[in-house]
T-cell receptor, first 112, second 114 residues
Framework: EAQVTQNPRYLITVTGKKLTVTCSQN?????MSWYRQDPGLGLRQIYY???????DKGDVPEGYKVSRKEKRNFPLILESPSPNQTSLYFC???????????FGAGTRLSVL | DQQVKQNSPSLSVQEGRISILNCDYT??????FLWYKKYPAEGPTFLIS?????DKNEDGRFTVFLNKSAKHLSLHIVPSQPGDSAVYFC?????????????FGTGTRLTIIP
């Protein structure tokens, strides 16, 4: 089954404790992206990658890191999480170009 | 600066009637528009799209209309069914050789009343 898989689905952590949210897609897509969804703000792009070893900042990249060492994986790293990073996070992938993207089920993160 | 706006946070429609969801945008460079649907505890799923060279695109019960002069698009669902209850996001992008960036609206929660 074609899918984008994020783990974990739920995460509660404390300020400053490094964490990684994994994202994997099995569709051989070149494009991958991370979004956060916050009430009243819709989906905002954090980082994206057009291909292996190519990443770029989205609208809200501060406090996040990403890497794209393999085509299928695109982890999101929070080196020192803060409470304002409490949010619902989505990973997405697309074949080429970024228009029709396939989303993972989401990771709900709470930073205390 | 919200470049894509969905001014109605919620909408309730009787089953069988037409649902109309609206979206306005400010960036005249946008040339591709999409609607995504999101159920609770799931990621958004692509629903329908339209290029700026068209003013209408139909897919079954779903039709998207684009009014470029008004910078407005709308999604019509006819007839509305209970399974259509979800949050709907409109999104827009500028063609950029595969490097398109999607800008999303804030979403409209549609509730279909049986």
């Amino acid at each position: 089954e074609a899918q984008v898989t994020q783990n974990p689905r739920y995460l509660i952590t404390v300020t400053g404790k490094k964490l990684t949210v994994t994202c994997s897609q099995n569709m051989n897509h070149e494009y991958m992206s991370w979004y956060r969804q916050d009430p009243g703000l819709g989906l905002r792009q954090i980082y994206y990658s057009m291909n292996v070893e190519v990443t770029d900042k989205g609208d809200v990249p501060e406090g996040y890191k990403v890497s794209r060492k393999e085509k299928r994986n695109f982890p999101l790293i929070l080196e020192s999480p803060s409470p304002n990073q409490t949010s619902l996070y989505f990973c997405a992938s697309a074949l080429q170009g970024a228009n029709i993207q396939y989303f993972g089920a989401g990771t709900r993160l709470s930073v205390l | 600066d919200q470049q894509v706006k969905q001014n109605s946070p919620s909408l309730s429609v009787q089953e069988g009637r037409i649902s109309i969801l609206n979206c306005d945008y400010t960036n005249s460079m946008f040339d591709y528009f999409l609607w995504y649907k999101k159920y609770p505890a799931e990621g958004p799923t692509f629903l329908i799209s339209i290029s700026s060279i068209k003013d209408k695109n139909e897919d079954g019960r779903f039709t998207v209309f684009l009014n470029k002069s008004a910078k407005h698009l709308s999604l019509h669902i006819v007839p509305s069914q209970p399974g259509d209850s979800a949050v709907y996001f409109c999104a827009a992008s500028v063609s950029n050789f595969g490097n398109e960036k999607l800008t999303f609206g804030t979403g409209t929660r549609l509730t279909i009343i049986p």
